[in-house]
């Protein structure tokens, strides 16, 4: 350990960083002048350009300032001087703990590269811990680097990060937050493929099929369905939505698609339902007009008026430049004289839901509304277009059974899941 005069020591403004919490900062001078200070500073060979430390040595110099007496390894240290030690007098395993401790500070890093040292330091800390017969845990981890025990969250993040460094999806995020949320999705995709594999579907009432609508629909039998609840694409291009939209839409989005998939529905659909059906297809309310003409030519009764979804919530597609889309549009059709159960309102006021697995998801207690207003229990219920399944846990409130086609097979899983458990609860990412 060598003394040199705190005004002498050199702090490379490129490497380390710029905040030091006052209150932290005060916690370490009170643990410094309470016990000593335990590792002095670490410089280079040069004696004075600082490796690793910064916050020891400004608690060092806020001692000086109020002239305090402290000591380092049993030695009291003269006014306005500081205790540092080289570089060079480290052995190979103290050298490499001092460029952990610096690593996980410096400014001129990524987010990929701080993540491995603070999780190469973390590792250490609890290594020297074991030994000492003591439990180390992120959170002491968290308080070295930044002298606070609160806010933790961060370096927990960046240890569950550094352990999944070697996923491509991961390591390509431009931040760490954004590879938190790519690192979520993937974990949450795997999650759900687990739970689709534990569904047995032969105890499972409903009727859930991987592929697509018109592969299946022409299978059908006529007259068998009551209600048809469905939420195609709304040929939109929402595919193109990017950072307007909370979730992505992963599928095709164009209104040649989408014209197809409400003409087949409606006509496809008039074949399968009973005498007297109805029918729910969400769709764009510039839209409207043109999905209406495609179920009355099928001989469907259209009301004039979409049913209103108020969510509450939604996206700006031009921000400061027009209003937030709030609603969304839903058609009803009837077959034959087919009678509502219930009257209520075209307006229907429900939140979206807050954990959003599919990008156009809608809530299961809406799916329940509508069913609700044309359905008794043991009805059979068609939905072409599965997405993320509300209509199977709406079915299995309303006591009736669902006949779902889903193309994704992520949101095919996300389907299966719903019969095995809620496939909207959160994973948790663990260190």
């Known amino acids: 350990m060598n003394i040199i005069p705190i005004s002498k020591l050199i702090i490379s403004t490129n490497r380390q960083r710029k905040t030091f919490p006052g209150d932290a900062l005060q916690e370490l001078v009170d643990s410094i002048l309470s016990k000593g200070l335990m590792h002095p500073p670490v410089v280079q060979n040069d004696g004075v350009t600082l490796v690793a430390g910064e916050r020891r040595y400004r608690a060092l110099q806020e001692i000086a300032k109020k002239k305090e007496v402290y000591k380092c390894n049993g030695q009291v240290i003269?006014?306005?001087?500081?205790?540092?030690?080289?570089?060079?007098?480290?052995?190979?395993?103290?050298?490499?703990?001092?460029?952990?401790?610096?690593?996980?500070?410096?400014?001129?890093?990524?987010?990929?590269?701080?993540?491995?040292?603070?999780?190469?330091?973390?590792?250490?800390?609890?290594?020297q811990a074991a030994a000492k017969?003591?439990?180390?845990?992120?959170?002491?981890?968290?308080?070295?680097?930044?002298?606070?025990?609160?806010?933790?969250?961060?370096?927990?993040?960046?240890?569950?990060?550094?352990?999944?460094?070697?996923?491509?999806?991961?390591?390509?995020?431009?931040?760490?937050?954004?590879?938190?949320?790519?690192?979520?999705?993937?974990?949450?995709?795997?999650?759900?493929?687990?739970?689709?594999?534990k569904v047995d579907m032969k105890g499972i009432q409903h009727d859930i099929r991987l592929g697509s609508m018109y592969d299946f629909m022409p299978e059908l039998p006529d007259k068998h369905f009551d209600l048809i609840i469905t939420d195609p694409p709304y040929g939109v291009d929402a595919d193109e939505f990017g950072d307007m939209a909370s979730t992505g839409h992963n599928y095709k989005d164009s209104w040649e698609l989408?014209?197809?998939?409400?003409?087949?529905?409606?006509?496809?659909?008039?074949?399968?339902?009973?005498?007297?059906?109805?029918?729910?297809?969400?769709?764009?309310?510039?839209?409207?007009?043109?999905?209406?003409?495609?179920?009355?030519?099928?001989?469907?009764?259209?009301?004039?008026?979409?049913?209103?979804?108020?969510?509450?919530?939604?996206?700006?597609?031009?921000?400061?430049?027009?209003?937030r889309y709030t609603y969304e549009c839903i058609l009803f059709a009837a077959k034959g004289d087919k009678r509502t159960l219930l009257v209520r309102s075209d307006v229907i006021s429900m939140p979206g839901d807050a954990k959003l697995l599919h990008g156009a998801q809608k809530p299961v207690d809406l799916y329940v509304d509508l069913i609700s207003r044309s359905c008794l229990p043991g009805s059979r219920i068609l939905d072409p277009f599965g997405g993320s399944g509300p209509a199977i846990s709406a079915a299995a409130q309303t006591r009736c059974t669902v006949t779902l086609f889903e193309l994704d097979r992520d949101n095919y899983n996300i389907c299966l899941g719903r019969l095995k458990e809620n496939p909207l609860d959160q994973i948790e990412l663990e260190v």
């Open 258 to 323: 989408a014209r197809e998939h409400y003409r087949t529905t409606a006509e496809e659909g008039y074949r399968v339902t009973k005498d007297e059906a109805h029918v729910y297809a969400f769709c764009a309310f510039e839209r409207f007009k043109e999905v209406s003409d495609l179920f009355d030519l099928a001989g469907w009764f259209v009301w004039p008026r979409p049913i209103i979804w108020n969510k509450g919530n939604g996206m700006l597609p031009r921000p400061e430049h027009g209003p």
């Open 78 to 127: 003269p006014d306005n001087h500081i205790p540092v030690t080289l570089l060079g007098d480290l052995t190979p395993f103290e050298i490499m703990e001092a460029e952990l401790e610096e690593n996980v500070c410096r400014l001129d890093l990524s987010w990929q590269e701080k993540s491995s040292a603070t999780l190469a330091l973390h590792e250490l800390r609890v290594q």
């Open 133 to 197: 017969g003591e439990v180390h845990t992120p959170t002491d981890t968290h308080a070295e680097i930044t002298g606070s025990r609160n806010g933790a969250g961060y370096l927990r993040d960046s240890l569950i990060l550094a352990k999944n460094i070697h996923i491509p999806e991961v390591r390509a995020a431009k931040t760490q937050k954004e590879a938190v949320k790519v690192l979520r999705k993937i974990k949450e995709t795997e999650h759900r493929a687990d739970l689709a594999k």
